[in-house]
């Protein structure tokens, strides 16, 4: 087997989805995507566009101005025709199930060079959008059930997950990726780009629009559900609508030698998983179970995760079965510098977005660390998990 090293991982600030407040209400989806393609190839100038073996995109809605975005963007980029594209879902883990594809095809000796990424604008595409659900599926689900906001509500009540816990939670996010934002820590992966301020006038955006400097406890604590009268997720304890693109350069460490190019952390093992749709925050739980089953591996073993926060109440169910850190934030090494509830969660882009962050995590935080994991859920029951590794 050949080995996959990660070359490169850059990211868009994470923007609002608002018609009126988002930063990058003017920037369509495929053209953040095409920022985060011009990046990988800017910033590594020994690799050429033309040598890439393929481009994987995740994306959890390929339809509208998203329809077959990976090929699209890429052509509107003015990027080689000879290099093939591939525009994938499945759901929110999309950008991870784009990167474990083209790890496995560079490990399998059938791909040197190649480009993983994930992009979503919940604006322009707004979830569900162009949805028509097979009638059949009724027969298993209730439809009510199927919504994420609804499976938020039904996890927080079959794991027991207080109301004040997941506040907490949603304070400790903002908290932590405040600071990690202050202190410099997202610079090596956003790519600063121009947007719109709320009098339209331009600005440069260098961070993502959601994270709270300061939160609001008592604001929080008076929010109702957004899902359920008398519910407990509210909009603070959501991951909110975002809009933002990823791509990660992956290479066999063969090519990478001859290239001269630098690299420290290499693809390990991934897993994917499902779970019953109706509580699909919890599809994290059975893929790091099966990832650590397959791997030998227990948590011990394991440095910084990654856990998308899709909702409060799922990442709490989760951390707790799993038994990865403290009951409650702040964690030790869970989501070190916040997670999608202050940073958001562009679906399809925050599979690519929370490896990308892994990986300089690591080698900022944690340089003695051998292994990194990232997990996250998805819509109807789809999850992901992958565990990243130090080069020797
Ligand atoms: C929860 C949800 C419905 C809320 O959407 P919304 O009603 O449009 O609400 P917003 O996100 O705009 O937030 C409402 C208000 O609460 C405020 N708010 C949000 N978080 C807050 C916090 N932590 N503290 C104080 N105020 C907060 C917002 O700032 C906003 O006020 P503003 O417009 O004056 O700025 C939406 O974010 C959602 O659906 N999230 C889940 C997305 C999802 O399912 N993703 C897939 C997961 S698998």
Redesign the pocket.
């Known amino acids: 087997m050949e080995e996959a090293v990660f070359i490169d991982g850059v990211r868009t600030p994470n923007g609002r989805a608002?018609k009126e407040?988002g930063w990058f209400r003017n920037i369509r989806p495929d053209e953040m995507l095409s920022v985060v393609y011009e990046a990988i190839f800017n910033r590594n100038n020994k690799v050429k566009p033309e040598d890439l073996d393929g481009v994987l995109v995740g994306c959890a809605n390929l339809s509208g101005m998203q329809n077959d975005i990976g090929r699209l963007a890429w052509l509107a980029s003015g990027l080689p025709v000879s290099v093939g594209t591939n525009s994938i879902t499945n759901?929110?883990p999309s950008g991870m199930m784009a990167t474990m594809h083209a790890a496995r095809a560079i490990m399998t000796g059938q791909a040197d060079i190649m480009l993983a990424a994930g992009v979503e604008d919940m604006e322009k595409v707004p979830?569900g959008a162009n949805m028509n659900f097979p009638p059949r599926i009724l027969k298993y689900w209730n439809g009510a059930d199927l919504p994420?906001?609804p499976t938020a509500e039904k996890v927080a009540e079959v794991y027991k997950i207080a109301r004040e816990d997941m506040d907490n939670m949603?304070i400790w996010s903002?908290k932590k990726a405040s600071e990690a934002h202050k202190a410099g820590k997202f610079k090596n992966e956003i790519i600063p780009l121009k947007g719109l301020d709320d009098n339209g006038n331009e600005m440069m955006v260098e961070k993502d629009q959601w994270v709270?400097d300061k939160?609001?406890p008592e604001?929080?604590k008076a929010?109702q559900s957004?899902?359920k009268p008398g519910g407990v997720?509210?909009?603070?304890t959501?991951?909110?609508?975002t809009q933002g693109a990823c791509a990660l350069l992956l290479m066999s460490r063969k090519k990478a030698d001859e290239l001269g190019l630098e690299y420290h952390y290499k693809f390990n093992y991934a897993v994917m998983a499902g779970c019953d749709p109706t509580v699909?925050?919890i599809g994290p739980i059975p893929a790091v179970q099966k990832l650590f089953k397959r791997t030998g591996l227990t948590p011990a073993d394991i440095g910084p995760i990654e856990l998308n926060e899709?909702?409060a109440s799922q990442s709490l169910a989760c951390i707790r079965e799993l038994k990865i850190d403290n009951e409650n934030a702040p964690f030790k090494r869970v989501n070190v510098w916040g997670g999608a509830l202050a940073i958001g969660?562009p679906?399809g882009q925050s599979g690519a977005r929370i490896l990308v962050t892994l990986l300089n995590i690591l080698k900022t935080d944690y340089p003695n660390e051998k292994y990194g994991m990232a997990a996250l859920?998805?819509?109807f029951g789809n999850a992901g998990a992958m565990l990243v590794e130090k080069v020797k």
């Not at 997720?233 to 603070?236: E, G, S």
């Not at 959501?238 to 609508?241: E, H, M, V």
């Open positions: 608002h407040k759901q929110c979830m994420m906001g949603a903002n709270r939160t609001d604001k929080m929010m957004s899902f997720v509210t909009a603070a959501s991951s909110p609508l699909m925050g899709a909702f969660h679906l859920c998805g819509a």
